[in-house]
């Protein structure tokens, strides 16, 4: 299913996280990824400034922004590249030749190089 995306004004009672922060925290969920994956893949915030972000949001640094900008590119070429999310989803933990028998989440945990390796494969694959 994809994840919708937030409604991003701000009113009385609504939530101040920024939608990209919303989003991976939706993505997060399809992933299954623990808490402390989502801290590595965020760049590794303190514990309380994470859960402070995923609670109320904040400001967030300009490399988590940049690493969260990285992710919902993931995300979007997984959607292209696969016809059922459900396999897209899969294929995040699965082992790949590619990666040299690591899963795609193996590399993103590296850091931001990581990351961007896993995006810059998906949009080769997708011919982007």
């Not at 009385?12 to 994956?37: C, M, N």
């Amino acid at each position: 299913m994809p994840v919708a995306a937030p409604d991003t004004q701000q009113g009385v009672g609504q939530s101040r996280i920024p939608a990209e922060l919303k989003t991976f925290f939706a993505i997060a969920d399809k992933w299954r990824l623990s808490a402390d994956e989502q801290i590595a893949l965020l760049g590794s915030p303190g514990r309380s400034t994470f859960f402070k972000w995923k609670k109320d949001g904040g400001t967030l640094p300009a490399d988590t922004r940049e690493r969260l900008s990285h992710i919902l590119g993931i995300w979007k070429s997984l959607r292209i590249l696969f016809t059922q999310d459900e396999r897209g989803e899969e294929w995040v933990r699965a082992k790949n030749r590619y990666f040299d028998g690591a899963s795609a989440l193996d590399v993103m945990l590296e850091g931001m190089s990581g990351i961007i390796r896993v995006r810059r494969y998906l949009d080769a694959q997708r011919g982007a």
